[in-house]
């Protein structure tokens, strides 16, 4: 791919000679010393709209001192960003995982159209992380992510707080948990600023692997969006920048099988979000590189998970800074065998040398990082299911904390707004399992998220009584027994969409096994009386977006053929 987009672009560092491109260059304001100078790209998801993007234009504008401090033209251009947090629950949710590809194919666009030389992202939510890494390892041009940064925590009558607590509220309020006035402090005061959802949920799950594999600067997914340090990083990108260009160091050198593992290694230490595991099956596909489910499931079988974080655990992403960052958590990974320490980085140092000047975690000091021998689960949570009722596998949240198996009656949803008015009527019990389907990448589409049902569910008391299954996905911040992902998904005949009300459906995190207690005759019944539902939509980014989506075991990727 990046070959097929070189063809096309000048040769790379060289004068521009086009007298149109002249012309214009002259027009926004560039001098004649500036012609021969390298252009660099900085792709801003910056917008008013969202904590986690409201601060990242202002940050772009320190990068472009530095990248102008260091002799090199910096242009800063925008693409799309959508708030998973805010479009939770709602129908908005189904554009939040396509923003994801039409970050990538846009900032894919504008470097390749605009002959740009290098590409620095400055990000900050979901989705535009791994968008952005897509358009680079497409690209294969020298490429930087900046990460906006972790928001503070939110604070009322002496709890912290975060996105989950407004959402977990919702369910204390349909429990009778919650006063009105409670109900509103916490929604008041849960967000106090810039910044992206604190706990590690997918922002910092993305933004911590993504260092881990060596395209942003280190401690860049450590520094809170408010920290001065965050400032510091983003002057320092230039500098940075500049040397790339100097060893023509591109992704293709830095994204590799062994920086995916190190990614996805950091992933299951951290106790990360399942959503890093259809972003880094779609990374991979970007860059070229082989890797599949049970790739993943091979890295968690070898990965404890160590870290006491949000959403199962009791830190935020901001006390992660206090005990040495993600780099201390990577050099104690690496120094017990767990990291690749010879992949190159943006630094134009490996792992090892970058990590050589990494602080040591303190395990009597600090407790959020424990030590591999005392893990709160001796592999990783995220695990990879298969069984009759996902054949081509499903994705699984399994910190150990929820228990390892559960068994109970099914309770079909066609869409999550039914188990909300479910739980609000009480028909939610202990003992169900409660199956969201029509909610997968073509289906929903865009794979919604099912934070509001988890969340509400915990708030209701439930969390520990029933368990959660679905094509969707969840947030970051989902905890408690949930399995998504599951392919095929119920629009294309999955084996989901022939569940009924009553069924018994068992999850066993032992087997790895998500099976339907139906006869394989009763099952071959039920497919051949099933009719496969209208696409919600044909016409316009959905109806193109259910045209071109692969599945979740594919990474949902829309430019395979
Ligand atoms: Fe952007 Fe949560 S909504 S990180």
Request: net charge negative.
């Amino acid at each position: 791919m990046a070959q097929e987009l070189n063809r096309f672009s000048r040769t790379l560092t060289q004068e521009v000679t086009n007298p149109a491109a002249q012309a214009m260059l002259y027009g926004i304001g560039l001098k004649e010393e500036d012609m021969s100078k390298p252009q660099i790209g900085i792709a801003s998801t910056g917008y008013e709209g969202n904590p986690c993007n409201m601060h990242l234009n202002g940050l772009s504008v320190y990068v472009k001192q530095g990248v102008q401090a260091n002799d090199m033209v910096g242009l800063v251009f925008n693409t799309i960003g959508v708030s998973d947090g805010m479009t939770n629950g709602n129908d908005g949710m189904r554009y939040s995982l396509p923003s994801r590809d039409i970050i990538a194919d846009s900032i894919e666009t504008v470097v390749a159209a605009q002959w740009y030389d290098g590409v620095i992202a400055v990000v900050g939510c979901d989705k535009n992380m791994p968008g952005a890494i897509m358009a680079m390892a497409r690209l294969d041009r020298p490429a930087i992510m900046v990460y906006g940064g972790t928001i503070r925590s939110g604070h009322y009558k002496g709890q912290k707080l975060d996105i989950v607590s407004a959402f977990e509220a919702l369910g204390k309020k349909f429990a009778g948990n919650i006063s009105d006035e409670d109900y509103k402090g916490v929604i008041q005061n849960s967000i106090p600023g810039q910044g992206a959802c604190g706990g590690m949920y997918t922002a910092n799950t993305m933004a911590s692997s993504i260092e881990a594999m060596g395209l942003s600067l280190p401690f860049s997914s450590s520094y809170p969006a408010t920290h001065e340090g965050k400032q510091e990083e983003c002057k320092k990108i230039g500098a940075a920048m500049k040397k790339l260009l100097e060893m023509n160091l591109t992704p293709a050198e830095i994204i590799t099988r062994k920086s995916l593992e190190n990614a996805l290694t950091v992933v299951m230490a951290l106790g990360g979000s399942t959503n890093a595991a259809l972003h880094y099956l779609a990374i991979a596909h970007s860059a070229g590189i082989p890797l599949t489910l049970d790739d993943i499931q091979a890295i968690s079988d070898r990965t404890p998970f160590i870290a006491d974080l949000k959403p199962s655990g009791k830190y935020y992403m901001e006390d992660i800074l206090e005990i040495g960052g993600v780099p201390a958590v990577m050099k104690y990974l690496h120094g017990e065998g767990l990291i690749h320490g010879d992949c190159m980085t943006v630094t134009g140092k490996t792992v090892a040398e970058n990590l050589a000047e990494a602080p040591d975690l303190d395990f009597e000091a600090q407790k959020i990082i424990f030590p591999l021998s005392q893990p709160i689960k001796a592999s990783g949570h995220i695990q990879v299911l298969y069984g009759n009722l996902a054949p081509k596998g499903a994705v699984a949240k399994i910190t150990g904390k929820e228990g390892l198996r559960f068994e109970g009656e099914a309770k079909v949803c066609e869409h999550e707004s039914e188990i909300i008015d479910a739980l609000a009527k009480g028909e939610i019990k202990a003992g169900h399992i409660v199956v969201i389907r029509n909610a997968g990448p073509k289906g929903g589409p865009g794979m919604s998220e099912m934070l509001k049902p988890t969340s509400a569910v915990m708030g209701a008391g439930l969390g520990d009584k029933i368990a959660l299954i679905t094509d969707g996905r969840f947030s970051g911040g989902t905890h408690g027994f949930v399995v998504g992902h599951i392919t095929p998904e119920a629009f294309e005949g999955g084996p989901i969409a022939l569940v009924k009300d009553g069924d018994r459906i068992t999850i066993d995190a032992n087997t790895r096994e998500l099976t339907l207690h139906i006869s394989d005759e009763e099952m071959a019944a039920r497919k051949a009386a099933w009719v496969q539902p209208a696409p919600k939509f044909t016409k316009g980014m959905l109806g193109k977006y259910i045209r071109n989506v692969k599945s979740a075991s594919e990474g949902c990727v829309t430019d395979e053929a």
